[in-house]
């Protein structure tokens, strides 16, 4: 009989970084685990469930992946030693993963109602049209003074952009502030709708 053939036992691996691998044929004997696939990574602390037949799980910390290399007819796989976790452990265990979530209102609800409210503040457009505001100041104004003068407004536009709670009548001002060009004008005429809608 080859050693595959005595690969009955089905696990999943759960990496720590929360991925999830399932259906891997192993043998699982009293002091490691044997398994022929190469082309996970099995490391150290990583967990491999077995579901039992009445329902329950053994949870298996990998404490030695034990990764060897083929010859001949045996393949190439993982002979891991491991920590068989108890119930509170394994639960721990996975309770303990990080996920990584990006992006704007990320989240994740394991067995839990999400009762919060988020708002997203998507400065994109803003950013682009103080950077324009700020190109076309450097482009119309001549007088070294004049222009440092403009660009230290812009400064402080986009500072009151930025801040928590952006106020109409100081950006109106600013925005007044700044030379009469149409150009101008109509970036200032954005910012002050974008920060009313």
Known sequence: MSLS??????LILQKQNGNVFENINSLVVPKFIMTERDDLQI????????????????????????FYSGMGQLPSGYKATYKKLGIPE???????????????NARVNNNSVDNSTNIVNSNSDIAEH??????????????????????????A????????????????TLISALPHAGSIASIGS??????AG
């Open 43 to 66: 490391e150290t602390g990583d967990l491999l469930i077995r579901k039992l037949p009445n329902g329950l799980e053994d949870t298996f910390e990998v404490i030695d992946p034990g």
């Open 157 to 172: 536009i986009e500072c009151q952009m930025n801040s928590e709670k952006p106020s109409k009548a100081v950006l109106n």
């Open 130 to 155: 103080i950077e324009l505001l700020r190109t076309e100041v450097s482009r119309l104004i001549k007088s070294t003074e004049e222009k440092r003068d403009a660009l230290d407004i812009v400064d």
């Open 5 to 10: 053939n005595m690969m009955k036992d089905k």
């Open 190 to 195: 954005f910012l002050l709708t974008a920060l």
């Open 90 to 104: 394994a639960e721990t265990a996975i309770k303990n993963i990080t996920y990584n979530f990006h992006g704007e």
